[in-house]
């Protein structure tokens, strides 16, 4: 009988830490779009074009970060991709000029997708395989709590800073000195910065155990990658994970924009508010969604919420302001099991090359960067509300989905062993 792994608890709070951050940076995003359109007197296409360079980032990075924490040491690809992120957030923090943002939302998503793809490997490490599920679970759930405290965060400073001409608060006075009354915005990227320095300066110190990588989580040859681009059910599931988080980060990041247009809703306040819902009920769903999966068909429980979801994307878009406000926090509710699900059911389709086709899948995260451009450009032309009307496009895509998917064979994934997947930021 194999020896039960200690449980290595500072690694464990590090990565849970670190996806605690990385939700504080990345949810922020959708909460600012409104004032980067003022601030910068930006259409929707142009303003999309940020979100577009954040997670092009995912697609570009996801797959030669994996190659090069094998090559080199995961705590080497941590450390350079935590100061990336420092770079990109202090050079906008510096700079709030449109140009530098481009560039500093790239850099902020090469770090999260570098970081995010060699923790899960140091995770298993530092919990054992058997406590891999749990642990998971409470990872997402702090990545949930990070975004859901993001929009506060950036309310918070938008709606203290300028408001006393003599302010006593040390933290305020600085912001106050550093932006004007129009980037005071741009506060929430220097906290980001001093979270991201901390966590670097902190990692530096802290000796990482040895990682042995399973067959399932290396990245694999290009053999391997052309061989599964051959098959048709490789090429569909990674549809279903582009869908997925072209529908997340579309309706996260024009929530608050779309509210502000037909409902004058504050994005400074109930509209921020709506996204931090948003996000944390996609964490509560996600976490539903993993109890409710040990008791029904993964399949019907998708096609339920892609139902869900299209119901309310309907109702949001063509509600009042109170009940378009409440449905766009619930989209974040019924859309959260539908990547998870997504995950298992591709992994119980595929049974070869894992660790490619992982790397396959997360690279749909470019999904994300498609999504919010598509919804900003047409809006740009039509209205926003059509724009949204996209979001459509995707929810019937993964219901088509779990008709389509044949019956899972309940333990099949990697040796039997329990796999939660995380949400994508």
Not at 153 to 164: K, R, T
Not at 396 to 401: K, T
């Amino acid at each position: 009988m194999a020896a039960k792994i200690k449980t290595n608890y500072p690694i464990v709070i590090l990565i849970n830490f670190i996806f605690f951050e990385s939700g504080l940076v990345a949810s922020v995003i959708g909460a600012i779009i409104p004032d980067i359109i003022v601030t910068y007197k930006l259409g929707y296409g142009i303003a999309s074009i940020l979100l577009f360079s954040y997670f092009i980032a995912y697609g570009v990075v996801a797959i030669p970060a994996g190659w090069l924490g094998e090559k080199t040491s995961v705590k080497t690809v941590i450390l350079l991709a935590l100061a990336v992120g420092f770079l990109g957030t202090f050079l906008f923090a510096l700079f709030p000029v449109y140009a530098i943002a481009l560039i500093s939302l790239f850099l902020i998503g090469c770090c999260l997708a570098a970081a995010q793809v060699n923790l899960m490997p140091l995770l298993r490490v530092a919990v054992g395989g058997e406590n891999l599920a749990f642990y998971t679970l409470f990872m997402t759930l702090l990545f949930g709590l990070g975004s859901f405290i993001s929009p506060h965060i950036y309310s918070y400073f938008v709606n203290n800073l300028y408001v006393n001409e003599t302010n006593s608060n040390f933290i305020l006075h600085f912001f106050e000195g550093q932006l004007s009354p129009e980037t005071k915005w741009v506060a929430v990227y220097w906290v980001s910065s001093a979270a991201l320095l901390l966590t670097l300066i902190v990692i530096s110190f802290i000796r990482f155990p040895n990682i042995k990588l399973e067959e399932n989580e290396k990245t694999g040859t290009r053999s391997s990658y052309i061989q599964l681009l051959k098959d048709k059910k490789v090429i569909l599931f990674f549809l279903a994970i582009f869908f997925y988080v072209f529908c997340e980060q579309g309706a996260a990041n024009w929530i608050s924009q779309f509210l502000k247009t037909y409902h004058d809703v504050p994005p400074q306040t109930t509209g921020a508010f709506t996204l931090s819902y948003y996000w944390i009920l996609l964490t509560v769903g996600c976490s539903l969604g993993m109890f409710l999966v040990k008791f029904f068909d993964s399949r019907r429980i998708m096609s339920v919420a892609a139902s869900m979801a299209l119901v309310a994307l309907f109702t949001a878009l063509c509600g009042g302001r109170d009940t378009s406000i409440v449905a766009f926090a619930l989209i974040g509710l019924f859309i959260s099991v539908l990547w998870p699900i997504s995950m298992e059911l591709a992994f119980n389709s595929i049974d070869y090359h894992h660790g490619s086709f992982s790397g396959i899948l997360f690279t749909g995260t470019i999904g994300g960067a498609i999504g919010p451009l598509f919804i900003g450009t047409i809006g740009d032309y039509f209205g926003l509300r059509f724009g949204m009307m996209l979001l459509a496009i995707p929810l019937f895509y993964l219901l088509f989905i779990s008709f389509w998917t044949k019956p899972i064979v309940k333990n099949k994934i990697i040796k039997g062993k329990a796999k939660i997947f995380l949400s994508t930021n």
